[in-house]
C-alpha cells in the first residue's frame, strides 16, 4: 500500500510538470521570450547632468573607463556607454538597442564608429561615450555589449 501511495505521488509530479512545461512552451511560442521588450530612454548630455553633483560625480568617474556603466538615482537608472580613451578625435559610439531580457535585467547595444581616413580629426585623446536615463525602477542590472568597428568602416 504505501508503494502504491509513492508511485501515484511521483506520477502526480511528473504529470504536473510535463503541464506546466507545455504550458509555458505555447505561451512562448513564436513570440520569443516574453519578457524582452524596449526600454523607453531620454539621451542626456553633460550639461543636463552637472546640476546633481552625485550623478556628475559618477560620470566623470566612469566615462573615461571602457564599457556600460550604470547608477540609480531616485525612480531614475541612468546608464553610461564609455568607448574608453582614444587617441584622437573622430570617434563616436552609436546606440543600437535597450531592452529588458528578464525581469530586473537590461541589455544594451551599442556600436563604435570612427571617421574615415580622409577627414581631418583633433590630435588629442578622447573618450566617446553616450549617457542615457531611464525611469524604470525595476532595473537592477545592466549587461551589454559594444561592438568594435568591422575593417573598411
Request: no cysteine; proline share 4%.
Given at each position: 500500500m504505501k508503494n502504491i501511495?509513492?508511485?501515484i505521488i511521483g506520477l502526480?509530479?511528473?504529470i504536473v510538470t510535463l503541464s506546466v512545461s507545455t504550458f509555458a512552451n505555447q505561451n512562448t511560442k513564436g513570440h520569443g521570450n516574453p519578457i524582452q521588450r524596449p526600454v523607453q530612454y531620454t539621451q542626456m548630455s553633460y550639461n543636463t547632468i552637472k546640476?546633481?553633483?552625485c550623478i556628475e560625480r559618477w560620470y566623470q568617474k566612469y566615462y573615461p573607463i571602457k564599457g556600460i556603466h550604470f547608477r540609480q538615482?531616485?525612480?531614475?537608472?541612468y546608464i553610461l556607454i564609455s568607448g574608453g580613451k582614444?587617441?584622437?578625435g573622430g570617434y563616436a559610439l552609436m546606440l543600437n538597442d535597450v531592452r529588458h531580457i528578464s525581469r530586473g535585467t537590461v541589455?544594451?547595444?551599442a556600436s563604435e564608429k570612427h571617421s574615415s581616413g580622409?577627414?581631418?580629426v583633433t590630435q588629442t585623446s578622447t573618450y566617446p561615450h553616450l549617457l542615457i536615463k531611464t525611469d524604470d525602477p525595476c532595473i537592477i542590472r545592466v549587461?551589454?555589449?559594444i561592438n568594435e568597428p568591422r575593417s573598411g568602416e
Open positions: 501511495f509513492k508511485n502526480i509530479v511528473i546640476a546633481n553633483p538615482y531616485g525612480a531614475d537608472t582614444e587617441l584622437t541589455y544594451v547595444t580622409n577627414r581631418i549587461e551589454g555589449v
